[in-house]
């Protein structure tokens, strides 16, 4: 069928409608389609209310279409905006934003834009290995769009080129140290100068050396890399799997989600790496969350703290302490509130040496803990500055209705998602705070994800 596009929606795809016929009205999903184009598309999945179709052919091009700069681009599942100009997708984002907002009845001033370097900005890629078979050796793959289907990959434009070179390595070797009998996953992190990455494998390894397949693959791997200094290896139920089913998962955040135990079967050279952003360092271990955006964390921090000192801050879903570490300086106490034991761990050591305090928890049972306190106590604790950062499902009811009996005076809200956005903003707006900015924040360029920071004020 023939098509105009009207706008682009949350998760990558042209929104239009049929124009005429039993199906009129209908709203149908066009990947790979821009706002303004009239495209030949077909359906394949029809939800009632709603159908997914397929592009066939654009008939009418967009004028900020351009040709993707990734050979695996339309297979690959990773990226959804390399047909369009890089303006053209942050003016996609932020009216996805907007609208999201306008939704929930929340009307925000002008929305601002952070953006950088559109290509080679991620310091963490995630790769699946196909297993071996007659016809080809182990291979390292993303899945592809819209299924569980492995695509082997030899690049990935919008990775660190250190992780670039350190997956061709990995794919030379993948045959001759048969990586598929030792993981089926393998995660890449570098640090901000790429100086150094680190590898997390997860896998039921079928050897009974699996200490020993690692050292070989890191030996050999180092040699062609020398950029390698560590690497553990977690049991699938245990370790990367786990993680990633209960965090957020699509930007690479796992912070502050349900922790399985992170026991290594096995591990080579340095178990953590030094991350220097916002001029601190950080330590970043195996297995603790990290913003993905080398090119933005500086302004990242800075837009989240800048503006603001006082007596009392709370770092809440704190991670390694990107926030409360700069914090530090800017408040006389800072409270890093974190579950995850890795991240915690990294926490404690980010923030030793100052007087600011970490505490192991959730953040709902933190503020549970908070509210419940007797009233003189809770006004000697009630905090200048919170700052939340939660994983894609946002704050909830109990969290923000919290918040509010809390009342600190100033909140940033530090949000991955749009939709859960816009629900706990408008719960917030309802007891008595107002949206001072609120700035989208391209940490996922190519892709439909968006990061976004709002800061509000007690009225």
């Known amino acids: 069928m023939r098509l105009r596009i009207e706008k682009a929606i949350y998760g990558g795809a042209g929104l239009s409608r049929i124009g005429e016929g039993p199906l009129a009205g209908k709203a149908v999903f066009v990947p790979m389609a821009l706002p303004g184009e009239t495209v030949e598309a077909h359906i394949v999945e029809d939800r009632g209310s709603f159908a997914n179709a397929e592009l066939d052919a654009v008939l009418e091009a967009a004028r900020s279409r351009i040709a993707a700069a990734c050979p695996y681009y339309g297979v690959c599942g990773g990226c959804h905006y390399q047909h369009a100009e890089y303006p053209q997708q942050l003016e996609m984002k932020a009216a996805v934003l907007r609208e999201s907002l306008e939704r929930a009845g929340v009307l925000p001033p002008a929305i601002a834009v952070l953006s950088g370097g559109p290509w080679g900005y991620r310091n963490r890629i995630r790769l699946h290995v196909r297993p071996g078979a007659h016809d080809g050796p182990p291979a390292l793959c993303y899945r592809q769009r819209g299924s569980h289907t492995m695509l082997a990959v030899g690049e990935c434009p919008i ?211 908070q509210a419940a306190s007797p009233s003189k106590a809770k006004k000697q604790t009630r905090p200048d500055l919170v700052v939340v950062d939660p994983p894609r499902a946002g704050l909830g009811g109990e969290v923000t209705a919290l918040l509010a009996r809390i009342a600190p005076r100033e909140i940033v809200y530090v949000s991955c998602d749009p939709a859960t956005l816009a629900r706990d903003l408008r719960a917030l707006l309802q007891s008595g705070y107002r949206i001072d900015s609120t700035t989208l924040v391209d940490l996922f360029p190519q892709t439909f994800h968006l990061e976004s920071v709002s800061h509000l004020s007690l009225r």
Do not use: M
């Open 159 to 369: 990775a660190a080129p250190v992780l670039v070179r350190s997956l061709q390595a990995i794919q030379q070797l993948a045959g001759p140290l048969r990586i598929d009998q030792l993981c089926d996953e393998i995660e890449l992190f570098t640090n901000d100068s790429q100086a150094a990455v680190l590898l997390s494998l997860s896998g039921r390894p079928s050897g009974d050396k699996p200490q020993a397949q690692l050292h070989n693959l890191c030996a050999a791997l180092n040699s062609e890399v020398p950029e390698v200094h560590g690497a553990a290896l977690f049991r699938s139920v245990d370790g990367l799997e786990a993680i990633n089913s209960a965090a957020k998962s699509k930007g690479g955040k796992n912070k502050s989600a349900p922790s399985p135990t992170r026991a290594a079967l096995a591990n080579w050279g340095e178990q953590a790496l030094t991350y220097t952003a916002a001029g601190f360092d950080y330590r970043v271990s195996l297995g603790s969350f990290f913003q993905v955006n080398r090119f933005l964390v500086d302004g990242l921090v800075d837009l989240v703290t800048r503006t603001y000192s006082g007596d009392l801050a709370w770092d809440l879903y704190a991670g390694v302490g990107l926030f409360a570490r700069a914090l530090t300086s800017r408040f006389r106490l800072v409270r890093g509130v974190e579950s995850a034991p890795s991240s915690c761990a990294d926490l404690r050591e980010n923030l030793g040496g100052t007087a600011h305090k970490v505490v192991e928890s959730s953040t709902l049972d933190f503020l549970r803990l």
